[in-house]
């Protein structure tokens, strides 16, 4: 991971959250799901989430996401919205929006258990809009904006 400047003290961007995330968590006690353990991710999925919403990198960066509550989540691109030349990512890594919702609802296909990651790096800079299937409704959306 790449040093993202004198702001957060000379700290890489994941070691900064995990410092904050630590503080922000200790004082929500009981009012959110994720926890101080000191994990190592960029996302945190809460019950119907993602935390933060939207998070800037650099293109070439890796992003984890993290399922910080007892439900199951996905991370799914909203396909026509990508960047020229970006590639479509979902967890379960299905090759389209739709075969990612297809496979949700067939057999909960990309689900990511409580604990558990994923990862995508990206490579190509612009906005990166995307959901959790299960909890779109509700309102898990997020932005990836990656800057070159």
């Known amino acids: 991971m790449r040093d993202h400047g004198s702001s957060n003290g000379g700290r890489t961007r994941r070691q900064f959250l995990a410092a904050t995330g630590s503080a922000a968590t200790a004082g929500l006690a009981g009012c959110a799901t994720l926890t101080a353990s000191g994990d190592d991710f960029d996302i945190g999925m809460t019950a119907v989430a993602f935390d933060p919403p939207t ?15 007892s439900r199951g989540h996905t991370v799914t691109a909203y396909e026509g919205t990508l960047p020229e030349g970006a590639a479509f990512f979902a967890s379960g890594d299905y090759e389209t929006e739709q ?17 558990e990651t994923y990862t995508y790096s990206f490579d ?10 299960p909890h779109e409704q509700a309102g898990m959306v997020g932005t990836i904006v990656v800057e070159e």
């Open 124 to 133: 190509v800079p612009g906005e990166y809009e995307y959901l959790c299937i």
């Open 55 to 69: 998070l800037t990198v650099e293109a070439g960066d890796e992003v984890v996401w993290r399922n910080t509550s």
């Open 99 to 115: 075969a990612a919702r297809d496979a949700y609802s067939n057999s909960l296909g990309g689900l990511i258990g409580s604990g």
